[in-house]
């Protein structure tokens, strides 16, 4: 399936040839299959917009998804859309050049949301929920305008667990960023097709694609972000026990509520003994 090279998308041309990628190339394309399944993304005939910030993870969700169209496994037509956010210095030629020379249908939006969030927010503060609110709002328009039913983000497993921790550090609750989701006014979906992929196989296949990688200098270059915080904690636990990570995100799908402590998801004050269970049962019966 991996190994013919004539009827391959051109996202792909030029993929190295070796065993150890084709092993990277076939999980990352499982992973991304497995979630498109398990969590009911496709909907034949949709269009789907897939936002392509230029970092690694998102040229992992355009290649894989246009990998998988290209095989027939994902019955819905694909937009690219890079949101250019106005931060300065950033290359806006690279995407929509790169993006025609793939072949990938694709729209290049400009809204300077950079101004506002470096406007409201104080020196220091962090910049990213209001980007990331800004950043949501502008997508979604994109969407309804493209008649698009879904947009398509990527967010990797590592982007699911932190958050999850950043919840429970910081936020007071077990939450995490779902893969599948309806924005507030209902008329759209919002996907993570690399729920499944680790962050470190987006980075070995983008490097070994050579995509044109463009940091972001906006929220990154912010020091003690709540985030980063977190991120060193799973590295921390990663290094001592190699596979932890994936042992968490495996426990994130495998939540038992009457073993928690949240009566609105486990009816606690209906918990019944078995005695009680009987004597309920006689009493129903006159006996």
């Not at 998308?9 to 398990?38: C, D, M």
């Not at 027939?72 to 037509?77: D, F, M, Q, R, T």
């Not at 983000?153 to 550090?169: S, Y």
């Not at 606690?268 to 009493?283: G, I, P, Y």
Request: charged share 25%; net charge neutral.
């Amino acid at each position: 399936m991996f190994d013919n090279a004539d009827d391959i998308h051109p996202l792909f041309h030029g993929a190295p040839k070796s065993t150890e990628f084709k092993k990277l190339r076939k999980r990352i394309v499982q992973n991304v299959r497995e979630a498109v399944e398990q969590y009911g993304m496709v909907e034949p005939g949709a269009k789907w917009l897939v936002c392509l910030s230029g970092g690694k993870d998102s040229y992992t969700l355009l290649a894989i998804l246009h990998e998988l169209k290209w095989r027939g496994l994902l019955p819905v037509e694909l937009l690219a859309c890079n949101l250019d956010q106005g931060q300065p210095g950033f290359p806006a030629t690279v995407l929509p050049e790169f993006l025609d020379r793939m072949g990938v249908a694709h729209r290049i939006e400009y809204q300077d949301t950079y101004s506002i969030v470096m406007d409201k927010i104080p020196a220091g503060r962090t910049y990213c929920a209001l980007c990331s609110r800004l950043r949501r709002g502008n997508l979604y328009r994109i969407a309804r305008e493209e008649g698009c039913s879904a947009v398509v983000l990527g967010h990797h497993r590592d982007d699911i667990l932190e958050t999850f921790f950043m919840n429970l550090f910081h936020g007071g609750r077990l939450a995490t960023m779902p893969p599948k989701l309806v924005n507030e006014e209902g008329d759209l979906f919002l996907y993570r097709p690399l729920a499944h992929v680790a962050e470190a196989d987006c980075e070995r296949f983008a490097r070994a694609m050579g995509y044109p990688i463009i940091p972001c200098d906006l929220c990154g270059s912010q020091d003690g972000l709540q985030r980063q915080q977190v991120k060193q904690i799973l590295d921390g636990w990663e290094k001592n026990s190699p596979g932890r990570r994936q042992v968490m995100f495996r426990a994130l799908m495998n939540i038992r509520p009457s073993h928690m402590l949240d009566p609105g998801l486990f009816d606690f004050a209906a918990l019944m003994r078995a005695e009680d269970t009987d004597n309920s049962s006689k009493k129903a019966d006159g006996r």
